[in-house]
C-alpha cells in the first residue's frame, strides 16, 4: 500500500516504525523543513532509499505521489485542513491527535469522508496498549457487571525546554493546553469505556506554572455519561520533578480495574468477583515501552490498512476523534462560561479561549 507521511518532527518516528513494520511501501515524506525529513529518516535508516519523495509542500506531493494512505504529523492546529484536503483527493487519512481544534472541523471531517468513501483513522493508539485492550474485553464481556464510575489522572510534566522546542506548543490555535495535548488519550479511553453517550461535563482549568504559553497546565472536570455513569478527570503538566502516572480507572459492581503506568502501559488492579486462573497473567502485567507514546502506533497502521482492504471502519475512527476533541472543548467551555456544558457540542473551537489566562 503506497503511503506518504506528512510532518517529520517528534512523534514521527512513531510513524515510520509503524509504517515499516507493517511493510507499507513509503513512497514520500514531507516538512517544510527539508532537515526535519532528513533527520527522521537518517534515523530509520532510510536516508538513501530513493524510492522516497521529499516535499515541502504537502499539496503538491498529494497530486504528484497520489498515495493510498497519509499521516499526518503536524502541528495540531493544521491536522484539518491537511486531512480534508487528502480526503477530497480520495485518500485514506490517519490523523494525529487531536483530529481538529474546532467542532465545525472535526464534523467536516467526519461528513467528507462519509461522503468521499474515505477511511479516516484518529490516532488514540493507547487503545491497542495491552492492558486498555485486557480491560475492554472485560468491559465487553460484562465482567464488571453494572458500571459505577471511572476515573482518569495524567499527572505528567513538562518543562520550559519542552515547550520552546516549537513555537506552536501551549498556543490556544496550533495546540490547546495539557488537556488537548498530553491528556486526550487518556480522555479518549475514559469516554470509550463510559459507554461514549455523554449527557453534561463540569470543568475548570487555570495556568499555574507555565505563563509562557497561552494555554492551561492543569484542568479538572465531572463527566455525567448518559447510562447513568460518572466520571472524573485531572489532567497536569505541572507533576514536579518528572511524569508520575496517566492512570486510568474503571468501577463496577463487580470488579475493579486500575491501569497505571506513566502511560496507561500497566494493570495495577485486576479484582473480578468471577475471577478464574487465567486472570493471574494480568495482574501486575507490565508492558514495556521507550516512552510515554507507547507501542500503540503499529496496531493502529496495521488496523487502518486492513480497514482500508476489507472496507470496514477503522477501530479508531473519525467520531472517536471528534468524541475525545469535544470532550476537551466543553471542558474549555465550561471554564470559560462558569456553567456546566450539555453535549453535543457543535460550535465550539480552541481559539475561543483566546485571552483567557
Ligand atoms: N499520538 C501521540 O501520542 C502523540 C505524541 C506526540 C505528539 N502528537 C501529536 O503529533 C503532532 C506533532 O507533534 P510533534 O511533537 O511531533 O511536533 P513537532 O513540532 O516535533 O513536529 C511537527 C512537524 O510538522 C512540520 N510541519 C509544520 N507545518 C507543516 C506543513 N504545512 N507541511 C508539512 N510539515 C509541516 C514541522 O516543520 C515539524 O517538523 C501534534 O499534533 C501532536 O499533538 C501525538
Known amino acids: 500500500m503506497k503511503y506518504a507521511l506528512i510532518g517529520c518532527g517528534r512523534i514521527a518516528t512513531n510513524h515510520i516504525k509503524a509504517a515499516v513494520n507493517n511493510q507499507l511501501k513509503i513512497a514520500a515524506v514531507c516538512d517544510i523543513l527539508p ?21 515541502t509542500d504537502y499539496i503538491q506531493m498529494l497530486d504528484e505521489i497520489r498515495p493510498e494512505l497519509v499521516s499526518i504529523a503536524t502541528e495540531s492546529g493544521i491536522h484539518a485542513q491537511i486531512a480534508l484536503a487528502c480526503i477530497e483527493r480520495g485518500i485514506h487519512v490517519i490523523i494525529e491527535k487531536p483530529m481538529a481544534m474546532s467542532m465545525e472541523d472535526a464534523d467536516k471531517i467526519i461528513r467528507r469522508s462519509e461522503e468521499k468513501r474515505v477511511k479516516v483513522c484518529a490516532c488514540h493508539q493507547n487503545r ?38 516549537a513555537p506552536w506548543r501551549g498556543t490556544w490555535a496550533q495546540d490547546g493546553g495539557c488537556l488537548m495535548n498530553q491528556c486526550i488519550h487518556g480522555i479518549d479511553l475514559l469516554r470509550w469505556m463510559m459507554g461514549d453517550e455523554v449527557e453534561e461535563v463540569y470543568g475548570t482549568t487555570r495556568q499555574q506554572f507555565h505563563d509562557y504559553l ?15 455513569t460518572i466520571g472524573t478527570i485531572e489532567g497536569t503538566t505541572n507533576v514536579y520533578p518528572k511524569n508520575l ?36 497473567a494480568n495482574k501486575n502485567l507490565k508492558e514495556v515501552t ?25 477501530y479508531v475512527d473519525a467520531v472517536a476523534g471528534r468524541n475525545a476533541l469535544e470532550m476537551i472543548l466543553a471542558i474549555y467551555k465550561s471554564q470559560k462560561t462558569g456553567m456546566p456544558v450539555k453535549l453535543p457540542l457543535t460550535d465550539f473551537s480552541s481559539t475561543d479561549m483566546k485571552g483567557t489566562f
Open 128 to 165: 491497542f496498549n495491552v492492558a486498555v485492550q485486557k480491560m475492554r474485553t472485560a468491559l465487553e464481556a460484562g465482567r464488571f457487571g453494572q458500571l459505577s464510575h471511572g476515573s482518569i489522572h495524567v499527572r505528567w510534566n513538562r518543562n520550559e525546554g519542552y515547550y520552546t522546542q
Open 290 to 314: 521507550s516512552n510515554v507514546y507507547g507501542n500503540g502506533h503499529t496496531s493502529l497502521f496495521a488496523d487502518m490498512m486492513d480497514a482500508i482492504q476489507n472496507d470496514r471502519k477503522p
Open 35 to 55: 532537515e526535519a525529513m532528513e533527520s527522521l529518516l537518517a534515523k530509520h535508516a532510510l536516508e538513501q532509499e530513493e524510492s522516497i519523495s521529499r516535499y
Open 245 to 280: 502516572e496517566e492512570t486510568l480507572y474503571l468501577f463496577g459492581e463487580k470488579g475493579t480495574v486500575k491501569i497505571g503506568g506513566t502511560s496507561t502501559n500497566n494493570i495495577d488492579v485486576w479484582d473480578f468477583a468471577d475471577e478464574t486462573e487465567a486472570d493471574a
Open 214 to 228: 497561552e494555554a492551561e497546565d492543569v484542568g479538572v472536570a465531572v463527566v455525567k455519561f448518559k447510562n447513568g
